[in-house]
Structures are given as structure tokens and as C-alpha cells.
């Protein structure tokens, strides 16, 4: 079974600052997908990254994927509280849109 | 953007009891569904893979005659959790993949389905 290990599991900062969320497994992936969720609801989509080493900015978030594919990071800059929620990386298992969710990062910013 | 609507979005019925939940896709095709089961504050653990037309497939460890699926069309998958126990009490949430008609639609997902059973 695929796993997908984030760390840190709790971050707590204050805002303004800068954070970093790492995801990563000894599996390789076709894409891998980052997501926000807010409690009671689904889980939004933020990026898909399917290129190895490939680097994409949303705003104050920048995500890389690993150039081996096994591997991701989330990096959010000057961090507000409405970036207040759980993070989560998926890694899709190659050609099935099957998903693997990684364990969470559960992000509070205080203002 | 794609939309994929879920229902109900809270439950909560006795012990014994078996619950449908719906899942929609509203805009695409959705030739492939998912369902995940997330306990309190942890990720989300996929159940079960369906095909629209096909028996679903169901990741190890979840039991297929307590959670069944159903994806009878492009646009629909149901999940019936039978008899359904405390234990059982969960966010359940589906996401869907497909084709727009014009290009391919990773995964959107529902908004979620709060089940309690007493």
C-alpha cells in the first residue's frame, strides 16, 4: 500500500510568517494533487503537478513536485488566517485517476 | 467549474438502519467516482473505486457487503451503508473524474456527508 507521509501534522504560526509543508513517499506518482479543506466541507483542489521538478505559484503559495516524482512541498508566504485549515497531498497512482491522500497538515494562522 | 453535489449532507438515524448517499456530478461525465471515508480530524482513506457500469472495487480492508456502491450512470454513484452501526459513524465523501465533452476532469469532490448513528 502507497503511503503518503506530510509533516508537520500541526503548525501553528502567527501571521505574516513563512511556512512549509512537506509530502513525501518511497512510491512514484503520476501527478500529485494539494488541497485545502475546511471543516464540514469537501476538500478544495489548489494545484496538480505532474512534471518532475515542476514548480507552480498560486498567489502566496508555491508548490514543487519532486524530480523523482515521489516527493512534494507546499511553501506558503507571509501566511494570513484565512490560510487557516487541513492541507492535503494526494498522489495519483500512475494511469488509474485512483488518489492516495497524504496523513494532513492541519495549518492555524493567528492573526 | 465542475461541479459535484452530495447528499444528504447530515444523517443521523438509530443502530440497524441502512443510509444512501448520493453523489452527482452536475456538469461532466463522471466515468470514474470515489468514495472516502474521513474520521475527525485526519485525512481522507479512500473506500472504493467505481466505474460507471461496473463492480466497484474496493481497497483492502472495506467491507464490500457493508458499503455498497453504485454507479449506474455517468452522473450518479450511490453509497449504501447497510445496517449500519456506531462504528460506522463518519464523514463520507465522494469525488468524481470524467470528461466535460471537451477535456478531462481530474477529481472535484463533494461537499461531504456527515453520517451519525446512535
Known amino acids: 500500500t502507497q503511503l503518503l507521509e506530510q509533516s508537520p501534522q500541526f503548525l501553528s504560526i502567527q501571521e505574516g510568517e513563512n511556512l512549509t509543508v512537506y509530502c513525501n513517499s518511497s512510491?512514484?506518482?503520476?501527478?500529485l494533487q494539494w488541497y485545502r479543506q475546511e471543516p464540514g466541507e469537501g476538500p478544495v483542489l489548489l494545484v496538480t503537478?505532474?512534471?518532475?521538478?515542476e514548480v507552480k505559484k498560486l498567489k502566496r503559495l508555491t508548490f514543487q513536485f519532486g524530480d523523482a516524482r515521489k516527493d512534494s512541498s507546499l511553501h506558503i508566504t507571509a501566511a494570513q488566517p484565512g490560510d487557516t485549515g487541513l492541507y492535503l497531498c494526494?498522489?495519483?497512482?500512475?494511469?488509474?485517476?485512483?488518489?492516495?491522500f497524504g496523513t494532513g497538515t492541519r495549518l492555524k494562522v493567528l492573526a | 467549474g465542475a461541479v459535484v453535489s452530495q447528499h444528504p449532507s447530515w444523517v443521523i438515524c438509530k443502530s440497524g438502519t441502512s443510509v444512501k448517499i448520493e453523489c452527482r456530478s452536475l456538469?461532466?461525465?463522471?466515468?470514474?467516482m470515489f468514495w472516502y471515508r474521513q474520521f475527525p480530524k485526519q485525512s481522507l482513506m479512500l473506500m472504493a473505486t467505481?466505474?460507471?457500469?461496473?463492480?466497484?472495487?474496493?481497497e483492502q480492508g472495506v467491507e464490500k457487503d457493508k458499503f455498497l456502491i453504485n454507479h449506474a450512470s455517468l452522473t450518479l454513484s450511490t453509497l449504501t451503508v447497510t445496517s449500519a452501526h456506531p462504528e460506522d459513524s463518519s464523514f463520507y465523501i465522494c469525488?468524481?473524474?470524467?470528461?466535460?465533452?471537451?477535456?478531462?476532469?481530474?477529481?472535484?469532490f463533494g461537499d461531504g456527508t456527515r453520517l451519525s448513528i446512535l
Open positions: 456538469d461532466f461525465q463522471a466515468t470514474t
Open positions: 512510491s512514484v506518482f503520476s501527478s
Open positions: 467505481s466505474n460507471e457500469g461496473s463492480k466497484a472495487t474496493y
Open positions: 494526494a498522489g495519483e497512482e500512475s494511469g488509474t485517476y485512483k488518489y492516495i
Open positions: 469525488s468524481a473524474a470524467g470528461w466535460t465533452g471537451t477535456s478531462n476532469q481530474p477529481q472535484h
Open positions: 503537478v505532474v512534471t518532475g521538478g
